[in-house]
Structures are given as C-alpha cells and as structure tokens.
C-alpha cells in the first residue's frame, strides 16, 4: 500500500461550510481508483489529510493532479506519496 500526504493551510477570511466541502472532497477521493481508506485532521489552523491507495500508481496518480481551487477553504502547503511499512 501506499499513502498520499496532504497539509494545507487554512484561510482564515473563509466564510464557506467546510462539511460541505469536506464531504465533496471525500467523495471525490473515495471514488478514486485504487482508494482504500482516508483519515482527514485539523488543529483549526492546518490540516493533514492520510489516504490510503493498494498500489503507487493510483497513489501517485491523486498526488500528481493534487491542487486546491482559488474558493477552498485552504492553501495546499504540501503532498507527498509514502510506501506504507506497516499497517495495524
């Protein structure tokens, strides 16, 4: 398995819902080739997203087309894909 990192900053003039764009942003992942499971954090100024896909192609895949609408809540600061060493 492989993993796709996301941080992103958040705005803070952002005056949308964020369970509306989290839900339309988890779907979108959810349907993506290869999706296994996701886990989406928040400390109310940043946020960290781990996706979980089976192989690096579909890993890389999310990675590579990554970018955050000028609309979005947040900033993406960073993606980067993982080979999963281990999952408990």
């Known amino acids: 398995m492989y993993a ?3 941080e992103v900053d958040f705005k803070t ?6 369970d509306v764009e989290l839900d339309q942003l ?9 999706f296994v499971r996701g886990t989406w954090t928040s400390d109310g100024r940043r946020g960290l997203s781990f996706i979980l ?7 890389r895949a999310i ?10 809540s ?3 600061r ?6 999963v060493a281990r999952d408990v």
């Open 26 to 34: 988890t779907g979108f992942i959810k349907s993506a080739p290869g």
């Open 74 to 76: 947040g900033i993406l």
């Open 63 to 72: 990675a590579d087309n990554a970018h955050m609408p000028d609309d979005a």
């Open 53 to 59: 896909f089976d192989n690096e192609a579909h890993a």
């Open 4 to 6: 796709v990192v996301f």
């Open 13 to 18: 003039d952002w005056s949308g819902d964020p």
């Open 78 to 83: 960073s993606v980067a894909v993982y080979e």
